[in-house]
């Protein structure tokens, strides 16, 4: 039998999908189900003065109303991580309702259930709120500034968080021969998944909560502390999810007030966002603005980096919020450049906004598009060549401590340019220039490394269960939301079972079924899942030895397993008559903690025309390092969707907020662009892999590393193409508007 490990397998999970058989919360419905409905707020800041519901409470079909005053046995939600601060960190109380005062809107103010998903939508708009508004704010900049309005009664700062050797970088710098410098923004972002978010929940035994999201046994845990019950009280569990990227991982006031008004009723809750709701509730990503530093001798090594961030969380702490600014950027800081000294310091402030958490990537691109500025902007004004000079400061022996303390094992991070810079034709881009210009149109190419720190959550668990049916299950504590688990998985376990892909069948995100689990998030499914995997497999090969010695009349040590089969000299009996004759089912919590290092180089190409400031992304070449590859067709599409994440970031995506009155003046996608395809060139990816040692299948993990690269690599072309007219800075969303206006402004400024 051919190794499935390394094998383009078209995904299988595709048949339903393609066919219409997949399973989304929406399409499930429950007996005697109800449906939910948010009141939300309007406003951005505001004293709640009066809620009046009687008018409601009257509508055909209502059940309940719900506000503040009614869950007083609710607990408050949690911030789940936790950062190293100067002072204490400030988790300010969240509520599952808002309680005396709403700070963005789309604050959720009372949850209304009816017999059907309309009468509860009328009665929501019959519920009367009386407001008195407060000045708001909603840079997280101007929320830290004196006299800002005040969120908290703490005040606007959540925590001060430093890291690194701040006088070592200090002194490096007063001997630099050269220093540069970048004010850089990192645009927030509103994630958008095709699937917005939808839950139901029921009460029986216990809590029951199907829902659109990952990290099932994460919101498990938290759920039980916010409902004052045991954990083994609570049941999450997830049909097929529409995407997530990182922001369906964590607790929302949505589960919380279905699972609780599940319980008052005793009847099924069912609530499915609209896409104006997920605009204005769902978490957003990214939202920061930094000053950076780069020192530099006169050869061109880097010697010191400074970064200096103000960082906007929104209005309340989300689970994963305080981490995208802090403790995973500080594993990435300087990608994979030699830099012996690097000091971070982070401020980060609430503001009357949807609150931030982990999106694709969580941190990763913000340090790397850092760095990646940085170097630019060193070639640009210090005369270096700026693809020479990431050559000469790339890590090159491994293992490489990085200044901050993460230890990379290994990599080709020069090959990796020099590879992808044939792969673009970079010899031929002065050709395409001059063809450009002929049209007059400017062209421009961007080179541009990344380096991605890839775990997630520490340790996994996988178990492996053999049925009577000679079907074997596998279950892991991971989620795809679109990944391809479902292949990749049986992949692994064909591969070290030598059965077909056949034989398996996939089960995840229940708690239910599957003990324990740390979920999506952090490109760790491969590293820490399979890893899991690898284990119960072994464990389950080890298990059957001294069964096939006795079926075999053999002694232990003459048994040797390979493709799917014990054998003892001429004799052989297979993996599944042994399971037949002893359970051989395995579980295995495997304790892992060690980071991966996914890594590449990407070359984007763009045409500007001047006039109008309209960019097209005409080329985009990609050459990246994942390891050991278990489906390359899967890491393709995973990595060609981060880069359209990316290259959305970098092009057309920006959530913009009335700085006056706080509201969302981005909020549908007549006003917010996402990325199309007619917007996307061929992505060309190629994957050379380095085996780690990080895990024993040698992987690295691929789903969040489009997304680091890309930003960086398409503004550094669209500064190349701008570059001759005086141009020399531009932020995220490089959009006409910006860019016609940046080149009218280098026009007014030039001599």
């Known amino acids: 039998m051919a190794p499935f490990i390394g094998q383009s397998t078209r995904r299988l999970e595709d048949a339903r999908f393609l066919v219409g058989r997949a399973v989304f919360v929406d399409d499930v419905n429950w007996v005697g189900q109800t449906w939910a409905h948010v009141v939300r707020s309007p406003h951005a800041h505001a004293t709640i003065d009066r809620i009046d519901t009687v008018a409601a409470r009257g509508m055909p079909g209502v059940l309940g109303i719900y506000t503040y005053e009614d869950i007083d046995d609710l607990g408050l939600l949690p911030c789940a991580t936790q950062v190293a601060s100067v002072a204490p960190m400030i988790v300010p109380p969240r509520p599952a309702l808002a309680r005396d005062r709403v700070r963005h809107v789309g604050d959720p103010v009372a949850f209304v259930v009816a017999e059907t998903a309309v009468a509860a939508r009328d009665a929501a708009e019959q519920v009367v709120v009386d407001y008195t508004p407060l000045p708001c704010v909603v840079d997280a900049a101007a929320a830290l500034a004196v006299g800002a309005p005040a ?49 139901i929940a029921r009460w029986g035994d216990g809590f029951e909560l199907l829902v659109s999201a990952a990290s099932v046994h994460a919101i498990r845990d938290q759920l039980a502390g916010v409902l004052g019950c045991r954990k083994d009280q609570v049941r999450v569990w997830a049909p097929d999810v529409g995407g997530g990227f990182g922001i369906k991982n964590c607790l929302y006031p949505e589960w919380v007030m279905l699972l609780w008004c599940a319980r008052k009723l005793g009847r099924p809750v069912k609530w499915v966002e609209d896409r104006a709701e997920d605009f204005v509730s769902t978490a957003q990503g990214r939202d920061n603005r930094s000053v950076a530093r780069l020192a530099l001798d006169a050869e061109g090594r880097f010697l010191a980096m400074d970064v200096s961030t103000v960082a906007g969380l929104g209005a309340y702490m989300s689970g994963g919020g305080p981490g995208s600014s802090t403790n995973a950027p500080a594993a990435a800081m300087g990608g994979g450049y030699i830099i012996p000294a690097i000091y971070m310091d982070v401020r980060a402030a609430f503001t009357n906004v949807a609150p931030i958490d982990a999106y694709r990537g969580a941190g990763k691109p913000e340090a790397n598009y850092l760095i990646e500025r940085l170097i630019d902007k060193a070639a640009l004004c210090c005369g270096f060549d700026r693809v020479e000079l990431r050559r000469r400061n790339l890590v090159a022996a491994f293992p490489y401590q990085k200044a901050l303390g993460t230890v990379v094992d290994c990599g080709r991070f020069a090959a990796n340019v020099d590879d992808v810079l044939m792969l673009a034709d970079h010899a031929g881009f002065d050709a395409r220039r001059v063809a450009s210009e002929s049209r007059g149109l400017r062209r421009g190419v961007g080179v541009a490394c990344f380096l991605e720190t890839a775990r997630g959550a520490p340790n996994e668990g996988a178990e492996i269960r053999f049925g009577a049916d000679d079907i074997v299950t596998l279950l892991v504590g991971t989620q795809s939301n679109g990944q391809g688990h479902e292949t990749a998985y049986p992949q692994i376990a064909a591969d070290l079972l030598g059965l077909p892909l056949e034989q398996f069948r996939y089960i995840q995100a229940d708690t239910a079924e599957i003990a324990e689990g740390n979920g999506h998030g952090g490109a760790r499914s ?10 119960a497999a072994q464990q389950v090969i080890d298990k059957g030895k001294p069964v096939a010695a006795r079926l075999l009349q053999a002694r232990v040590d003459q048994i040797v397993f390979s493709a799917g089969r014990y054998a003892a000299d001429d004799r052989s009996v297979d993996l599944l008559s042994v399971a037949r004759d002893t359970p051989l089912d395995t579980y295995v919590w495997n304790l892992l903690d060690i980071i991966t290092f996914p890594n590449g180089c990407h070359v984007a190409e763009v045409e500007i025309d001047p006039e109008t400031g309209q960019v097209t992304l005409d080329r985009y070449t990609a050459v990246d390092d994942y390891g050991t590859l278990i489906n390359p067709l899967l890491t393709i599409g995973q990595v060609q969707g981060g880069v359209a994440q990316g290259i959305g970031q970098a092009l057309t995506e920006h959530t913009v907020y009335d700085p006056e009155s706080g509201q969302m003046l981005s909020g549908s996608f007549m006003d917010y662009q996402i990325p199309r395809a007619v917007d996307l060139p061929d992505l060309d990816v190629t994957l050379i892999g380095v085996p780690t040692s990080a895990n024993p299948l040698g992987v690295k993990g691929s789903g969040q590393a489009g997304a680091i690269a890309a930003p960086q690599t398409v503004i550094s072309a669209i500064l190349d193409a701008l570059a001759p007219l005086g141009v020399t800075h531009i932020d995220m969303p490089a959009t006409p508007e910006r860019v016609w206006q940046a080149i009218q402004q280098a026009r007014n400024l030039s001599p």
């Open 151 to 199: 969120l908290w009664d703490t005040g606007n700062e959540s925590f001060r968080f430093q890291r690194g050797d701040r006088a070592a970088v200090q002194a490096a710098f007063a001997v630099a021969d050269h220093v540069v410098e970048v004010d850089v923004v990192n645009n927030r972002l509103v994630i958008a998944p095709m699937e917005t978010r939808a839950a």
């Open 526 to 535: 491969m590293h820490m899942g399979g890893a899991a995997l690898f284990n």
